[in-house]
């Protein structure tokens, strides 16, 4: 059974940062695009942030660019969000997810799997 698990949410007051991890079991994502969406309450899920499987592209929404940070670990199957200047409203769950491709992925419809999120608030 194939498995993403968020990791590493939290309350942090605004300014502050937070490492988002997330851990996938089950199959290998070492070729595969991975990224992160958030969906604050009553919103749609938004595209965060992307990387390829190599780690050489990346993208973010201009909402979080120059304040997080998406890398890899493909020996630990591990894709991670470095969080800093956090503000309230970066506050949302955060969901981490599998590209059916090698590349970036700005489009939820790129994706095919999906952990069940954790939960970042920002108190200000």
């Known amino acids: 059974q194939v498995q993403l698990v968020e990791s590493g949410g939290g309350l942090v007051q605004a300014g502050g940062s937070l490492r988002l991890s997330c851990a996938a079991s089950?199959?290998?994502?070492?070729?595969?695009?991975m990224g992160w969406f958030r969906q604050a309450p009553g919103k749609e899920r938004k595209f965060v942030a992307t990387?390829?499987?190599?780690?050489?592209?990346?993208a973010y929404a201009d909402s979080v660019k120059g304040r997080f940070t998406i890398s890899r670990d493909s020996a630990k199957n591990t894709v991670y969000l470095q969080m800093n200047s956090l503000k309230p409203e970066d506050t949302a769950v955060y969901y981490c997810?599998?590209?059916?491709?090698?590349?970036?992925?700005?489009?939820?419809?790129?994706?095919?799997?999906w952990g069940q999120g954790t939960q970042v608030t920002v108190s200000s």
């Open positions: 997810a599998g590209n059916r491709g090698a590349g970036l992925g700005l489009e939820a419809d790129k994706y095919n799997y």
């Open positions: 089950g199959r290998t994502f070492s070729y595969n695009g």
């Open positions: 990387i390829t499987w190599s780690g050489a592209g990346i």
